[in-house]
């Protein structure tokens, strides 16, 4: 796509690009050449946080970071997809904050808050999300075991697997506690991961 090529340069090209926004056959399209511009498309990708198609409103949420330059502002601008009603647009949010592993204070908060989503997946990918921040995630323990226990089968699989790696020696009590799980999911990988700490 040649708005790669051109970057900034090809900041004449955005009222155009802005009013294809509006056509459902070319939006994405458009939302591509947008990103590939960059600061200058700003204001029009801002927009598409609250486009009536969840495509864009997931595509803008998942790329925003590319046009913003400042952490601080970027988080505050994705808090509008992470409250959005669209899980995969929610989802895509999550995964910008979660990426952002040199932002720990603005991230975990955002990570944790996301591990009691009601769809599964976007609580199950903030758990796994966690694991890329390191120590910093230590406060996230607590969040984790309640998911587990809580939890549905992917959310409750990935929150055990995060705190094992997150912290291993206090997740042993709760490992040990779901071997005698009535859940035969839960009982499988406690016992899985159990043995390979062992």
Not at 25 to 36: G, K, V
Not at 129 to 141: D, I, Q, S, V
Request: charged share 20%.
């Amino acid at each position: 796509m040649g708005f790669e090529a051109l970057q900034t340069n090809a900041a004449a090209a955005l009222p155009e690009l802005t009013r294809m926004l509006e056509d459902t056959n070319q939006a994405l399209i458009a939302m591509q050449c947008l990103f590939s511009i960059g600061k200058p498309a700003e204001a029009a990708i801002l927009a598409t946080l609250t486009n009536v198609s969840p495509e864009l409103r997931r595509f803008s949420a998942e790329n925003l970071a590319r046009v913003t330059d400042d952490v601080e502002v970027l988080f505050d601008r994705l808090k509008q997809p992470l409250g959005d009603p669209d899980a995969m647009v929610r989802l895509a949010a999550i995964h910008s904050a979660g990426i952002q592993t040199h932002a720990p204070n603005e991230s975990v908060p955002l990570l944790i808050k996301a591990l009691g989503d009601q769809n599964e997946r976007v609580a199950a990918h903030a758990a796994r999300l966690l694991t890329n921040f390191g120590p910093n995630t230590k406060c996230a323990c607590n969040a984790l075991s309640n998911l587990v226990v809580t939890g549905g089968r992917i959310s409750s699989r990935s929150a055990l697997k995060s705190l094992f790696a997150i912290n291993p020696e206090g997740a042993e009590p709760l490992i040990l506690s779901l071997m005698r799980s009535e859940s035969i999911e839960k009982r499988f990988l406690a016992v899985g991961l159990y043995g390979n700490a062992r």
